[in-house]
């Protein structure tokens, strides 16, 4: 008699909580060179000052919770992205600027990335309702996936970050009445 081999992991999106950080760096520098991963005190602050832009994938499997993934940023009152706009928080800024996605290596290519995008583009336009746009740079290499997951390119990025050319991406939303 063959038996099948059924998974019973569950993929799902919680905000970040403290005790995350230090998973959330291992992943953040795992996935991004020296000269570009954000740093303990960067994911600290984001973690404490926008908590609500923090989200973690956590694949919930036979064994225990874990985190692969996750996705954090900051709200900025410019309309652009800037080296400025993206070291600080105005919570009252309608401009979201995402500053990692990182997911775990061996759950890369399947489809974590973008059900984790795309669950965090919901759910902060739920709850940030004032949120007009969502701002990122990225490499050329991830203009696809990006654009996969509804963002259309800006153009070249101004902001220098590490060694590589960025490119800017957004989102729009419409106004609500």
């Not at 994911?43 to 994938?57: D, H, M, S």
Request: net charge negative; aromatic share 10%; hydrophobic share 35%.
């Amino acid at each position: 008699m063959a038996y099948q081999v059924v998974s019973t992991n569950i993929l799902f999106f919680r905000p970040a909580e403290s005790a995350d950080i230090p998973r959330c760096l291992a992943l953040e520098e795992a996935g991004y060179p020296a000269d570009e991963a954000a740093s303990f005190e960067s994911l600290t602050y984001r973690c404490e000052k926008a908590p609500g832009l923090f989200l973690v994938a956590v694949n919930s499997g036979a064994q225990a919770d874990e985190i692969i993934g996750f996705t954090t940023g900051t709200l900025t009152k410019s309309d652009k992205l800037e080296h400025e706009t993206m070291s600080t928080h105005e919570e009252s800024g309608e401009t979201l600027c995402i500053h990692s996605v990182c997911v775990e290596e061996a759950h890369r290519r399947g489809k974590v990335g973008t059900k984790m995008l795309n669950s965090y583009v919901k759910y902060v336009q739920q709850t940030t309702p004032h949120i007009r746009r969502i701002c990122l740079i990225c490499k050329e290499h991830l203009i696809s996936f990006y654009s996969s997951c509804g963002f259309q390119t800006v153009g070249p990025s101004d902001v220098v970050h590490g060694q590589d050319k960025w490119y800017e991406m957004r989102v729009e939303f419409a106004e609500t009445e």
